[in-house]
């Protein structure tokens, strides 16, 4: 039975219009200990909190209610909608992140998350491709959970989307500063799957910022921002899902 350590924190305040969360953003606290992090997350003065935090050694944390608007989001993004602290539940994974040691996720953790987003998963409903990450929802200012988290394995267990395309080709096809019909549908596509895209046909920053968060999402073998022929694979892999399932809402 999963135990959850009750450690309330000030910082929340009410869904807009009694909103029910539709979606898991999943973080890691990008610092160097989780004490730190439990503390910063409950510091009022910092004005950042999450639902939930997991220590590498698997304790799960509850800091504020899943009925209750936590602060984790920030500035953000997905499918169309904007501010999504409004929708989203937070779960911040204990790890330094790249600033300060990026490492991969134990396995005592990522037990612990499998166990807390099944429960989620019965208490609200989230479609499956509404488990994303930080970066996916801000992706020119965020890495996290970054290219080392495990969204295969989740995927497997019915939280989040996964391809199994070929993504080995690195021959590219376009990167910044390309213009052109490639460079406009790989947008759209973009924009298809849920990030913050106009169907231009400029291959810009926000592009390249973009490309890198699906690589590490979906593609976390390089990293690199130039849309390639292994990453078109599973970008097309992707959409199709979302379009054959209706996952996009």
């Not at 039975?1 to 009694?18: A, D, L, T, Y």
């Not at 730190?36 to 304790?59: F, M, N, T």
């Amino acid at each position: 039975m999963m135990k959850v350590i009750e450690h309330p924190s000030p910082n929340w305040n009410e869904r807009p219009g009694g909103q029910s969360p539709d979606m898991v953003v999943i973080h890691y606290t990008g610092m160097r200990t989780g004490t730190e992090a439990l503390e910063r997350l409950c510091d009022p003065k910092a004005e950042v909190s999450a639902h939930y935090l997991i220590e590498e050694d698997g304790r799960i944390f509850r800091l504020v209610p899943d009925d209750k608007r936590a602060w984790h989001a920030g500035v953000s993004s997905w499918q169309g909608r904007e501010n999504l602290n409004h929708y989203s539940i937070g779960i911040e994974l204990v790890n330094p992140g790249h600033e300060f040691g990026y490492r991969e996720f134990p396995g005592r953790q990522i037990s612990s998350l499998l166990d807390l987003l099944t429960d989620l998963k019965k208490r609200h409903t989230i479609p499956v491709a509404h488990f994303i990450g930080h970066s996916d929802i801000a992706p020119d200012r965020k890495t996290d959970p970054g290219e080392l988290f495990p969204w295969k394995l989740l995927a497997k267990n019915g939280f989040g989307l996964w391809s199994d395309a070929d993504g080995s080709d690195t021959e590219a096809i376009a990167r910044r500063g390309d213009t052109g019909d490639i460079v406009g549908n790989l947008n759209k596509q973009l924009g298809i799957v849920g990030y913050p895209l106009n169907h231009t046909g400029s291959f810009d920053a926000a592009t390249e910022s973009i490309i890198r968060a699906f690589q590490a999402h979906w593609r976390p073998e390089t990293v690199s921002g130039c849309f390639d022929k292994g990453t078109a694979a599973r970008l097309a892999d992707i959409v199709s899902q979302i379009r054959i399932n209706g996952e996009r809402l």
